[in-house]
């Protein structure tokens, strides 16, 4: 398969939707009474899944009919002014914004869908079925999230996200069209390990926002080192498994890294929340303590699912690695749970344990 690069304007595109998620998750920034409220959860995820869907819905068409051509540029173009639309109605008064929103999402979805009628009239063989089959499905459910705008209250937000489950099916429930056109692996990878690294350049940026130490003190000094670590941990993690341990050459429908991504992007967005607030001390110590590990965890299986699919077989690891790997993470977790721990040494046992999960997926 011939090697397909990464475009500029394709890594333009990311950051608009990586500022579009570090927007929604100001959402579980949101502590009252020092708790994160259900609402604030419920409304993070819902602006989050959209918003990944949008940004994977396009990557997997460029990811197959992308040539970079004025046209494609040109819609490109125009999905990142309904991408702006989104941006601007990201807010925890999500309901005030909602019109605007879906305006922005549905143009998205609505743009990428015409993208693959418009390939599939130069299409040829089982691509051109491929494109067939997205550009039609795709408007099932596009026009059940259109019908939200006929409801109000809670009522509109499950009208949504039925056309928004039903949209993410497709390629699911279309899977034999799809693996006789497979996605470019290496293309693939590249382009969601791009995402993942602004995100986690957005979690230092957030981070050392939060953070601004006084002279000479040491504790939010120490924190700051502390969180740095655990961040590069988690890149070292993620990208050394991407750069050496993913056989790029393996085909298939690509839909475990794509569906794996979402909770890895999601979890990461958790991850970044959680420091922030174990900094600033305004969560209860017994949440705060089941959101972090909760997060880690969620990270750590995604990730682990993900890459072990593509994972060459004398790099793949055994049941005793993720025995072990759960072992120290429950262990932190119930040892928090009987001894209240000063938060700086929570994020010192997530550092270990990411610094283990590094070492030993990459080694």
């Known amino acids: 398969m011939e090697e397909k690069k990464v475009t500029w304007l394709e890594l333009f595109y990311d950051l608009l939707f990586a500022a579009a998620v570090a927007k929604a998750t100001h959402a579980i920034l949101h502590v009252e009474e ?3 409220h259900t609402e604030y959860l419920v409304k993070f995820v819902l602006m989050f899944v959209p918003v990944w869907w949008a940004w994977t819905g396009q990557t997997m068409f460029i990811n197959r009919f992308g040539e970079d051509s004025s046209y494609q540029r040109l819609f490109m173009i125009l999905q990142m002014v309904f991408v702006l639309t989104m941006i601007s109605s990201l807010s925890v008064d999500f309901d005030h914004y909602y019109l605007s929103f879906l305006i922005g999402y549905l143009g998205l979805r609505g743009l990428t869908a015409i993208q693959y009628l418009v390939v599939q009239d130069v299409e040829k063989g089982d691509v051109k079925r491929i494109a067939w089959y997205l550009g039609r499905t795709f408007w099932i459910g596009i026009a059940v999230s259109s019908l ?7 009522f509109r937000y499950a009208v949504l996200y039925a056309g928004i489950v039903i949209d993410m099916l497709m390629p699911i429930v279309g899977r034999r069209y799809l693996v006789k056109g497979p996605p470019h692996t290496a293309h693939l990878l590249e382009r969601f390990a791009l995402l993942t690294l602004i995100l986690f350049g957005e979690t230092v940026v ?5 953070m601004q130490p006084q002279k000479r003190d040491w504790n939010s000094i120490s924190f700051s080192i502390l969180s740095f670590i655990l961040i590069i941990a988690m890149w070292w993690q993620y990208f050394d498994n991407v750069e ?3 056989n790029k050459e393996i085909q298939t429908a690509g839909q475990t890294i794509i569906y794996g991504h979402l909770f890895i992007l999601m979890s990461l967005s958790m991850i970044a929340a ?3 607030l174990l900094f600033l001390h305004e969560v209860d110590y017994a949440f705060i303590v089941y959101f972090v590990f909760g997060s880690v965890f969620v990270y750590f299986v995604a990730t682990t699912l993900v890459f072990h699919q593509y994972r060459y077989e004398k790099d793949r690891l055994g049941y005793h690695h993720l025995g072990l790997f759960l072992g120290v993470l429950v262990a932190f977790l119930i040892i928090n749970l009987i001894v209240v721990t000063p938060n ?5 046992e997530l550092a270990l344990f990411f610094i283990l999960y590094a070492v030993l997926t990459t080694r």
């Open 34 to 36: 020092g708790y994160i």
């Open 148 to 154: 939200s705008l006929f409801f109000d209250s809670w």
């Open 274 to 276: 959680s420091i922030q």
């Open 244 to 246: 050496k341990k993913v």
């Open 206 to 210: 957030s981070t050392l926002a939060v």
């Open 344 to 348: 700086i040494l929570i994020i010192g």
